[in-house]
């Protein structure tokens, strides 16, 4: 149904020779879709597979982090999540969609990337601070606070040159920017300094405020 495994050592086919640029996106398979995600995600994915090397994301591993409760619902809704890509006309002879805890590597590429990035930085996360402002985090998990890095490494990964979001993940976008260019540092030129592509809508508000 999906295709996996072939991000790590994938080049760009024949077809797709005219596509200088890879761009990455995902999603957390949390909910049902509504128009609400067509609008925020799926739109721009179809614009998107017309004009670059795209990676889909589902990001399962990233989505526990708050519903550690509910992890058969997780599972259920990566389903629901690539049926409806799909209902849409998402062409997966042209991109490549993948679920995060398919891919060892991206828990691997977390850890190793934590050891470039201080708590300091991550407290100073402008998306983090947003999400734990008015919560009860007393106590937080390490998850919690560990979830920028694991954006850094789902953005590295595929060596993309692009990552297409709302306007609310840019801080995440200028921290895998500068840790890319401390790996390279460390290890030569390893990884692209992925751009933020913001999209038509960049920020969709929910029904609850």
């Not at 005219?18 to 909910?31: C, D, N, Q, S, Y």
């Not at 982090?65 to 002879?93: M, N, P, T, Y």
Request: with cysteine; net charge negative; proline share 5%.
């Amino acid at each position: 149904m999906y295709r996996v495994g072939a991000v790590i050592e994938r080049t760009t086919s024949s077809e797709k020779s005219m596509l200088e640029k890879r761009v990455l996106t995902g999603i957390w398979p949390t909910a049902a879709m509504h128009p609400g995600h067509y609008a925020g995600a799926s739109e721009s994915w179809l614009t998107l597979q017309d004009e670059y090397d795209c990676f889909f994301l589902i990001a399962d591993y990233q989505a526990s982090r708050d519903h550690l409760d509910d992890i058969d619902g997780i599972r259920w809704f990566v389903k629901e999540v690539i049926l409806a890509r799909l209902a849409v006309s998402l062409d997966l002879q042209r991109s490549t969609l993948v679920v995060q805890s398919d891919i060892p590597e991206h828990a691997q590429s977390t850890s190793f990337l934590s050891m470039f990035t201080t708590l300091v930085m991550l407290q100073c996360n402008p998306t983090l601070k947003a999400e734990t402002k008015g919560l009860d985090v007393g106590n937080p998990s390490m998850g919690l606070f560990n979830y920028p890095v694991s954006q850094i490494a789902v953005m590295l990964l595929p060596k993309d040159h692009l990552v297409s979001i709302g306007d609310d993940q840019l801080p995440h976008v200028d921290m895998t920017m500068e840790r890319a260019r401390r790996f390279n540092r460390s290890y030569g030129q390893v990884f692209p300094e992925p751009q933020a592509l913001v999209g038509r809508v960049p920020c969709l508000a929910g029904l609850d405020g």
